[in-house]
């Protein structure tokens, strides 16, 4: 895990400070946003949008949630930060770096499974247990979509039994895609908002888990306390959770806070 931190950290060092001195110099009208794997793609439409709109620059550092708390809090650099399920903000709340925050809409853990179900998974988590199946789930320590898991297999007694025999554990919902897309792995957990990215599609089914299984989590854009440009940010969480913002998170398959 710290050989991954200190790789976010660089990257968002060289993010800042690559620019020369005149482009720093007006960073105070610029943004950059911490935002989680799965809601990058939201995020980048908005963000050039508001860009156009207000004429400045937005950044975008993406990562595993964890590792990206941990690299802004180690920077004190940027100024939204948007995880993948509100319990980053929960974990973190007493440090003081959190602000307030917007309600973007709703992450649900689903299984992926490869295109058509071949392997005729059904929705329950003891299907994680099959011994026909090579499963992949993500890694606890770095993103949102490995500590959703834990919590979902961990309630129902499952979770030792199951990180006993998956494949692999993976960073975050990026690679989970990418290992189905490869056909590495036959089923895995993941944000079910991938499973309906334009380029994911004719690879993957998504089977949706009861809400009693997997409950919806809140997606909270929230403002960095630090940050040098807290108008222009509270300006941008206004305009990505209103409903211009909310339209395109529902066309990329997130639930939305209007549904």
Not at 41 to 56: C, D, G, S, W
Not at 131 to 145: N, P
Not at 239 to 245: D, E, H, K, T, Y
Request: positive net charge; glycine residues 6%.
């Amino acid at each position: 895990m710290m050989t991954r931190y200190l790789i976010n950290f660089f990257l968002i060092f060289l993010l800042l400070f690559s620019l020369p001195v005149s482009s720093r110099a007006a960073s105070a009208n610029n943004l950059l946003i911490y935002c989680g794997i799965t809601m990058v793609r939201p995020v980048t439409e908005l963000a050039r949008k508001f860009e156009a709109q207000e004429k400045i620059t937005i950044a975008i550092a993406q990562g595993g949630s964890e590792d990206l708390y941990q690299s802004a809090k180690k920077s004190r650099q940027g100024d939204l930060y948007l995880p993948g399920e509100p319990i980053f903000r929960i974990k973190h709340q007493s440090e003081g770096l959190l602000g307030e925050y917007r309600r973007l809409g709703y992450n649900q853990m689903a299984f992926l499974v490869q295109k058509g179900n071949p392997k005729r998974v059904k929705p329950a988590l003891k299907e994680l247990l099959r011994k026909d199946l090579v499963v992949v789930l993500g890694s606890s320590e770095s993103g949102s979509v490995g500590v959703e898991a834990q919590r979902i297999l961990a309630a129902a007694g499952l979770y030792p039994k199951v990180a006993a025999r998956v494949a692999q554990m993976l960073p975050d919902s990026r690679s989970i895609i990418n290992a189905m897309r490869r056909r590495e792995a036959d089923l895995t957990m993941s944000w079910r908002a991938s499973g309906y990215f334009p380029d994911n599609v004719s690879s993957v089914d998504v089977i949706d888990l009861s809400p009693q299984i997997a409950p919806v989590q809140e997606l909270q854009l929230t403002l960095l306390t630090f940050s040098k440009n807290q108008s222009l940010a509270r300006k941008f969480m206004d305009f990505a959770s209103g409903p211009q913002g909310q339209a395109v998170f529902n066309r990329y398959g997130f639930a939305t806070v209007s549904r």
